[in-house]
C-alpha cells in the first residue's frame, strides 16, 4: 500500500529544538465522501477507495499523500480515515482526490478502476467553512466528492503553568543558588527532548519562576500520558550549569493541579548514590496550572472573516518603456513578467478568501487619460468609481488594460494608495473584513515621511501592507518601513502594531532566471503572506473581537454568472471604446 507514515512525520517535525528556526502550521484534518458514483463491479457495487494527492511546492507535478480505506459495495462511501495535513496560509497548497474500485490488494493504482477525480486548493476547501461538495471529473460525468476541513485541537490546546522550588540545595560558594527549570518531552525512542527552560531566579533557595505557557502539542505530542523530566539547575554564567535534582510527571498528573500529587521531590541521583540519609535536594511544586484554547487564523476565517485584497502597481517611467524588452513592465508570451508574477503568487492564495472574488486594483505615478494628469490613484480599469474586478484573471486584465493606455511617468508615492486602503479599512472594524494591500513597485519611495505617517495612522485599522521590490534598486530605505525590529513611528507617536511586510523580488530571480517562474512565484507568496496571519489575529485581540459560531452554509455560495455573458468580469471599455486585451497565456 503507499506510504501512510507522512502526516505523523510532518508533524513530528514542528516539535520544538532550541536553537532551530520553526515555521508557523496548523494541522488540518480532513474528510471524505463520496455520492453517486460508478459501479464499476458487474455482480456487485463498487469497493471505493479515495487517494489523496499534493502538489510539490513550487511544481507541476503531483506526490501521493495518502489513502483511506476500502469500503465493499457502496457508491456512497463515508470514509473512516481522515487526512491529516499541515496547511500553510502563505503557501498556495493543491489537493487532487481521486477515486478508485479496489479490485486487488495490489497497491499499484493502474490495478484497480479509476471512478473519477477532483481538484481544490486547500486554502479554498478551508475558506468555504462548511462542506464543499465537487463535482467527479470522468467520462461519463458522474459522482461527486464531499469534503470538509477541520483544524485538529491537538494543535490548539495550551497550557500555562506555574511552579516554585523550595529549600533547594546550595551550590553558590558566596551565595546561595540561582536556579532554573529545564522540560524535556520523552519520545518514542525514550530520548528526551528540551521543550522549555525557565528564566533563572537569582541567590535563591526557595525560587518562584514566572508562569510560562506551553502548547500540549509541544510539551508532550498530545499524549497526556508520556512523561516529561523536569531537571533543576544551578545558573552559571560561563554556561557549566550545575545539576540540583530532576524530577519526572506527565500533563495527565500536573491536570490534577496543585496539591500533594504535584509537589516532587528534586533528585540528585549521585548525591542518593553518596549519602544513605539522602532525601532529597528540595521540592518542586506546582502552584497554578490552566487550560487554554486560543484562538487562531482559521478560527476567524470559519467564522466568516473575508479577507479584502487590494493591488496596487508602480507605473513611474523608472521601469522603462514597456514595448522595450529590459522594461519591467514588458510582456511576452514565453514568461510573466516580475510585476505579473507578484500578481499571481499573491492573488492566487488571497483570492480563496474572499467570497465575492471583487478586488479593487490601482495605480500610481502615471499620466492618465484623457488629459495626461499625473496621477497616484487611479482605477487600472478606467473607472474612478468603480475600481473593482473578478478574480485573479480579472487583475491580470486590468493590469495588462492599463499598461496600454497610461503614460509611465512619476514620481514614486505611496502615501495616496495606503491612505485609500486604510479609508476602506475603516468601514469595517467589527472584525467582519480584514484588509490586505499589495504594492508592486521598482524604486525608492518619493515621500517617505508621509507614508510615514500614513502607515502609523493605519496601524489601528485591520490593515496589512506588503511591499515586494521588483527590478535592481537599492530598496534598504524600506527596510524602515518594516517594523520587525524596531517600530515604524511619524511626528512622535508610533504605529499600534507592525502592519508592513516588505520582499526583494530579486531574492528568487534566480528561479525566474533559471526558467521556473512558478517555484519562484510560489516562495515569493510564501514570504510575503508569512505574517498575515499574526498581523490578523493580533488585531482582533487588540479590539477583542473573538471568532464568532462558523456561518451554517448548505453549499458554497460563488459569485453567479451575469444572464446573457460568458462570465462575471466584463473588460472595461477604454477612451477610444476597446476592450481590454486579454493577459497572456504564459508557457510553463
Known amino acids: 500500500m503507499a506510504f501512510n507514515g507522512r502526516a505523523d512525520s510532518i508533524s513530528l517535525a514542528g516539535d520544538f529544538q532550541p536553537g ?12 471524505v ?41 457502496t457508491l456512497n462511501p463515508d470514509f473512516v480515515k481522515k487526512f491529516n495535513v499541515t496547511y500553510n496560509f502563505e503557501q498556495l497548497q493543491k489537493l487532487r482526490f481521486e477515486l478508485y474500485d479496489v479490485d486487488s490488494p495490489k497497491s499499484t493504482l493502474t490495478a484497480h478502476d479509476f471512478l473519477g477525480r477532483a481538484e481544490i486548493s486547500l486554502g479554498e476547501l478551508i475558506g468555504a467553512g462548511a462542506t464543499v461538495e465537487k463535482p467527479l471529473i470522468n467520462v461519463e460525468h458522474k459522482g461527486k466528492l464531499i469534503l470538509s476541513a477541520e483544524e485538529l485541537s491537538s494543535c490548539k490546546e495550551e497550557v500555562i503553568l506555574t511552579f516554585i522550588g523550595q529549600h533547594l540545595d546550595k551550590k553558590d560558594f558566596f551565595g546561595k543558588s540561582d536556579p532554573f527549570l529545564v522540560f524535556k518531552r520523552c519520545n518514542e525512542d525514550n530520548s528526551f527532548t528540551v521543550v522549555h527552560k525557565t528564566e533563572y531566579i537569582p541567590n535563591t533557595l526557595n525560587p518562584k519562576w514566572k508562569p510560562f505557557r506551553i502548547s500540549v502539542r509541544q510539551l508532550c505530542n498530545g499524549d497526556y500520558d508520556r512523561t516529561i523530566k523536569v531537571l533543576c539547575y544551578d545558573w552559571n554564567s560561563n554556561g557549566s550549569h550545575e545539576n540540583i535534582g530532576d524530577f519526572t510527571t506527565s500533563l495527565r498528573e500536573l491536570l490534577r493541579g496543585p496539591s500533594e500529587y504535584n509537589q516532587y521531590d528534586c533528585i540528585n541521583e549521585k548525591k542518593k548514590k553518596s549519602k544513605k540519609s539522602y532525601k532529597n535536594s528540595g521540592v518542586i511544586s506546582l502552584v497554578n496550572i490552566q487550560r487554554d484554547t486560543p484562538v487562531s487564523f482559521l478560527d476567524y476565517i470559519h467564522s466568516g472573516t473575508e479577507i479584502c485584497f487590494t ?10 518603456d514597456p514595448r522595450q524588452s ?13 510585476y505579473a508574477q507578484a500578481l499571481l503568487a499573491v492573488g492566487s492564495i488571497i483570492e480563496v478568501y474572499d467570497t465575492d472574488k471583487m478586488f479593487p486594483c490601482l495605480g500610481f505615478g502615471a499620466r492618465i487619460p484623457p488629459d495626461g494628469q499625473v496621477s497616484h490613484e487611479f482605477a487600472l480599469n478606467g473607472q474612478s468609481t468603480n475600481p473593482f474586478v473578478f478574480g485573479l484573471h480579472g487583475i491580470m486584465e486590468a493590469y495588462h488594460y492599463a499598461l496600454s493606455r497610461v503614460q509611465l511617468y512619476g514620481p514614486t508615492n505611496f502615501a495616496p494608495i495606503i491612505n485609500h486602503t486604510a479609508n476602506i ?13 499589495l504594492i508592486i513597485t521598482d524604486g525608492v519611495i518619493s515621500d517617505m515621511n508621509q507614508t510615514k505617517e500614513a502607515i502609523v495612522l493605519a496601524s489601528g485599522l485591520p ?10 534598486a537599492d530598496f534598504s530605505d524600506m527596510d524602515v518601513l518594516d517594523g520587525d525590529d524596531v517600530r ?3 511626528r512622535g507617536r508610533y504605529a499600534e502594531r507592525d502592519i508592513v511586510q516588505f520582499v526583494p523580488f530579486k531574492k528568487y530571480q534566480q528561479h525566474s532566471q533559471a526558467g521556473n517562474w512558478m517555484m519562484a512565484q510560489a516562495k515569493l507568496a510564501q514570504e510575503v503572506l508569512a505574517e498575515v496571519p499574526d498581523q490578523l489575529i493580533g488585531w482582533m485581540k487588540k479590539n477583542g473581537i473573538q471568532p464568532n459560531p462558523p456561518p451554517q452554509h448548505n453549499q458554497p455560495s460563488y459569485p453567479q454568472p451575469i444572464p446573457g455573458q460568458q462570465n462575471c468580469y466584463q473588460p472595461q471599455q477604454g477612451p477610444s471604446g476597446a476592450g481590454s486585451a486579454p493577459p497572456p497565456q504564459y508557457e510553463p
Open 20 to 31: 532551530t528556526t520553526q515555521i508557523p502550521a496548523t494541522q488540518v484534518e480532513i474528510s
Open 33 to 73: 465522501a463520496g455520492r453517486d458514483l460508478l459501479d464499476k463491479d458487474v455482480f456487485s457495487k463498487s469497493d471505493p477507495m479515495c487517494v489523496l494527492f499534493m502538489q510539490e511546492f513550487g511544481r507541476d507535478n503531483y506526490f501521493e499523500y495518502g489513502r483511506t480505506e476500502t469500503i465493499k459495495d
Open 311 to 320: 493591488v496596487a502597481i508602480d507605473f513611474t517611467a523608472s521601469n522603462g
Open 326 to 338: 529590459n522594461s519591467l513592465h514588458y510582456v511576452t508570451q514565453h514568461y510573466p513578467n516580475q
Open 425 to 437: 479599512a475603516r468601514q469595517a472594524v467589527d472584525g467582519s473584513r480584514y484588509n490586505v494591500l
Open 463 to 472: 490593515l496589512s501592507v506588503i511591499i515586494v521590490g521588483v527590478g535592481g
Open 488 to 490: 515604524i513611528s511619524s
